[in-house]
């Protein structure tokens, strides 16, 4: 049913699986409509702790992104500094992704 919902959230999709593991009694309508309605508390608290201030993350990602660039900028083969550099971009990639998404 709707178990087989896709979405690269893992914590979406941690509450939607673990909700879709229990067993469900009643007619089929109250199979489908029980769950759904028992994943409304906890996917209002993940949209209120990950998502509710989406803009500030993105700008807290990207001035952290540019500090780790201008440090690099003065020591170009810190390969910690690489390391550090790919994992802000990762990390504002994904930020940006999800403020794209919810602007669509």
Known sequence: MFCEMWCSDPLFKGIVQGQCQQQ???TEIHQVWNPLRQLKKPLKKLNKDK???IHNQQGLARRKLEVVQE???KNPRDRDLLDKEQECK???NRILSSSLSLIK
Do not use: R, V
Request: hydrophobic share 25%.
């Open 51 to 53: 998502y509710a201030d």
């Open 90 to 92: 990762e990390t504002y």
């Open 71 to 73: 440090m690099l900028h």
């Open 24 to 26: 469900q009694n009643g």
